[in-house]
Structure formats: C-alpha cells, structure tokens
C-alpha cells in the first residue's frame, strides 16, 4: 500500500482548522478583535507546523494525534501573529498574505497590532488549560514543558530574535556570511519548526531519546526548508509560486544561492534531507509520514 | 508605630527592579532587542502593579514575599509591553514616556513591536521555569494556575480587549455610557491590577476565601484608579502630573467627571476605597500596607 500524502495533509488541516475554529467560536463573533484574529487564523495557511506536531506524536505512539492538538494549536496561533505583526507597514509592509488582505489592510494597523497580541496570549492560555474545547490534553506536567520550550522558541531566544537579525541583516555583497545567514533562519524559523514536531512528541509522552532523534529531524528539515525557499525564489515558476522570483537578487538578499552557488545549495538541500531521513532510522513504518513530510518539504516547487 | 509607606514602596520597588535586571542580564546586552527591552523595562516605573502582588502576598504570610517575585516580574514585563505597543504611532502615538523618548522613538517601529513582543513571550517563559534566577519559586500548579489567570486577564479576556473598547468608543456627547466606560476601563487596566494582587496570594498557596476577598480588594482599587484619574485630568496641578490637565475634555472624551459629573465622580472613589477596606477586614494589622496603598492610590495628586 503506497503512502497518500495529499489526504493525510488533507485531514490533518480539517483537524487543526476545526479545532482553531472552536477556540475562536467561544467568543462573540462581532467584536472587532475576534475578526481580525479570525481573519488571519482562519484564512488556509498550509498548516505545515501543526501536520508536523500531530506526525510527530504519531511517530511515537499510534492514533494518538488528539492528545497534540492543544500544543499544534497554540503553535498555528502563534505563527499567525508573527505573520500579522511581519506584515505591518512598520515591518515588511505586505498588503497581501494568502492571497486576501493582511489583517492591517483589512482592519487597521491598531488592530492588527493587537490582534497579533491577543494571538500570542491566548496560546499560553489554551496551553495552561486542564480543560478546555479539546478531548484529551495533556497532564499539567507536559503543559508546563510545552509552556517552557515554545516560549523559548517564539521570544528572545528564538523567532522574534530571528526577526531582528533578518532585519538588521548584511546584504550578500558587503558582509553577508554563512554563519550569519544559519543563525538567523535557525532563530527565525527553525526553532519553531523544531518545537512542533517536539511537542508531538512531549504531548504523547515520548522517552527523551525519541524527543532528542525527532528534534534533529526538525532542525534539519526546518534548515533545508529556507534552502528550498531561496532556491526557488531564484528557479521558481512565478505561476506556481503566486510571486515573482528573482526579488532576493533584485534586493541583493543574502540567501543560500547569493553565498554558495546554486549547485552547492541544492547539494545542500539534498544533504539536509539525507541526513533528516536517517535521525528517523528507528521509527520504521511509524516514520513514514515525517519521511513523506520532508520529501514534500524539499521536492515543493513553490 | 506608623507605617512608612514610602519606605515601603521604595523597598519593593528595588526588589521588583534588581530582579527585572537580572531576567534581562542573562542575554548579551549588546543585542538591540534586548537594549529596547531594557530602555522600557528599566526605565523607572511606579512598579504599581508588583507592589500590589507582593503586598498581596505578605498580607497572606509573612516574610514571603520572595516567592512572588517571578510572577510580580512576569505581571510588570506584560504591562510594560503594553505600554510599548500603546505608545506606537498606529495607536496613542505618543513620543515620551516616563520622561523619556517612547521605544520606538528612540529605537525603530519595528524595533518597539518587537521588543513588546518579546516582553510578553518572555513572561511566560519566566513563568514556566522551575529553576531560574529566582531564588524561590511556587510550585508547578501554582505555576500553572498563574499563567492561566495572567493569560487571561493579557488577552483577549481582558487587556488587549479592553484596548480595542478604547479604540473604539464614543465621544462622551454622543453615546458614551457609564456601563461601556467601567466595562472598557474593568478590561484595559483592571484585570491586569487583580490578578497583580491575586498572583501574589496565590504564590504564596493562600486558599479560595483569601484570595476572593482580595480579588474584590483589587477590582475596587483598579476601579477607583482610573475615576481618580479621570479626576486629576480636569482638577490636577500641571506641575505635578507632568502633563497638562483638561485633555480629556478637549477631545470630548468619555470619562467618569464627564458622564457622572466631578462630585458624584468624587463620592464614587470615595466609596469604592471604602469598599476596598472592607474587603480586607480579616487580614486586621498584616493588611496594613494594602490599606495604605489603597489611599495612596485614592488620594494621590498625580
């Protein structure tokens, strides 16, 4: 039987939609703020964070991808208000994400600022709930790791930090270096990339050795993630991809391609993927979903 | 013996900053994220809200205000991110602060929404963390219990809500209404000034009765704060308050002396400090320095 990755990530953003859903749904629908939360949260991301939670806690224990929905969801919430306060005039001044009006556009500055706020918040608050809309949950102890590892990833040790460097960051003709370049996309997004598939796997219980393999596999597929994205902002097909490519050349961007060459960046790419596939060695067919994620994540074309 | 309520306050003040110092002290002070965390949190506030949730506290046992410090800290970096975000362009757009340039004035925009963000993410990793700078710290459900209870009065259940109300309401000529100002104002700053108080007793493992009967106490001090604000805006000594009075008439703002007129705005402090006292009429000589902050708060002229 062949693996079919299109309906396992088919149902795993239903499971995360819906749930996102029902946390937004316990408040009155016409206040301003929870439209503009709602707007964002709800607006068909790909959900690659949560899938690869709910992956992870089924890596290490069989249908039990319930158990990780409070964690996937606080993670999706969080990732939305980066996205929200990213996107400010202040910032990258988008005035499109997914192809409908930032939450700025479509509210106002003032709001986004505080719809983004509201998101970062209120994922704490669903972590540090016993009961909530959810099933199932995990025990307090799990929470409070949760609370502790995912702070970490989304503050000043992790995204927001990496936030900063990407802005203050060197273009690839005066200063730009590899060194610079890793530290930023690990601190922008692969710390969040990795605590996701490690919450999977706190939420279920997994023993520290498992944690340790599956933080590995995130690290590494978090770190080709970025390598693909500048690749293909280069090779892209601008109809596939919704954008043009060539910006980060146009900007003079220190990107993978601008520091290494583009054969040594799909080398690379293709590296970080071997070495992904093998820190999942010992899951055998429980694996097969992560090996099929990171595929996906390496093969996407935009 | 009379009790030195300066003394007092200046005592927790230095506690609450020394350990403010040092959250931010483990990170390279070089970072400009952290220098716009610093030049917000160290910048010499009134530190109402931890002298409240270590009054809390001591009220309840003795000696042990040390063991409220990681939630004090937590509560003042949220109300402090607050203020960071508050003071962008897109909101009050205000260029001083405490007497110096707001972050983003003496930083970037980016910058300002940045380090908010961070302040708040790292309150509750400070939260979460049983080992940390702290020499003392509540236990794990307590823990728990806490983050619920900030969490909820930081978001959307309360201050990021209650910043929204501002946002939108009515001029006091044309559909401001006292149930909208007390609900607004019960959200924007009094949640925040509870659960300030209410952390603090439960740090320290104070039971339910203890803790409602000082939850009343901070509701009716948060409360009379903002009426007594209100108050000074129209009656205050310019020198004194640092700003000029008579603002909130000027931009037909919705305010307590506007819908209720100054006397009954004057009776209602009066009787919610009388309401405060009452609620702490168990605690006999270890409410002291509450009674004595409620007057401060009550009676203060800037």
Redesign the interface.
């Known amino acids: 039987m062949t693996f079919d990755l299109a309906s396992y990530l088919k149902e795993r953003q239903i499971l995360t939609n819906n749930y996102l859903s029902m946390i937004l749904h316990c ?1 009155d629908q016409k ?4 439209m503009a ?1 709602e707007h964002s949260l709800l607006s068909g991301g790909k959900r690659l964070r949560p899938i690869l939670s709910l992956a992870a806690a089924e890596a290490c224990k069989e249908n039990s991808e319930r158990i990780a929905l409070p964690a996937c969801c606080a993670i999706e919430m969080i990732h939305t ?1 980066s996205l929200i ?1 990213d996107d ?1 005039p ?2 990258d001044n988008d005035d499109l994400r997914r192809g409908l009006p930032t939450c700025h556009k479509k509210f ?4 986004a ?2 719809a ?3 998101l ?3 994922a ?2 669903i ?4 009961e909530t809309i959810f099933e199932v949950y995990p025990d ?2 799990i ?2 790791q949760l ?2 590892k995912i ?2 990833a ?3 040790m992790g995204m ?2 990496g ?2 460097l990407d ?2 960051s060197p273009n690839f003709k005066s200063g730009g270096n590899l060194a610079y370049l890793k530290n930023m996309h690990s601190l922008k997004t692969g710390k969040m990339i990795t605590v996701s598939i490690e919450s999977g796997a706190l939420s279920v219980g997994a023993d520290p050795d498992t944690i340790s393999r599956l933080t590995v596999f995130g690290d590494k597929i978090g770190l080709a993630f970025q390598v693909v994205d500048d690749i293909l902002n280069v090779e892209g097909d601008p109809t596939r991809m919704g954008k043009s490519a060539g910006s980060d050349l146009l900007n003079e961007k220190m990107t993978f391609p601008s520091l290494m060459g583009m054969a040594a960046s799909k080398k690379f790419a293709k590296d970080l993927r071997t070495e992904a596939i093998e820190s999942l060695s010992l899951f055998n067919e429980k694996g097969i979903p992560l090996r099929a994620i990171a595929d996906y994540v390496i093969n996407r074309d935009h």
Chains 1, 2 share one sequence.
């Open positions: 408040f206040r301003e703020l929870i939360m208000y306060h400010l202040a910032m106002s500055e003032a709001t600022i505080l983004g706020d509201a970062l918040t209120h704490f608050y972590l540090s709930q016993p307090s102890s929470r409070m609370i502790s702070s970490q989304a503050g000043v927001v930090e936030q900063m802005m203050q």
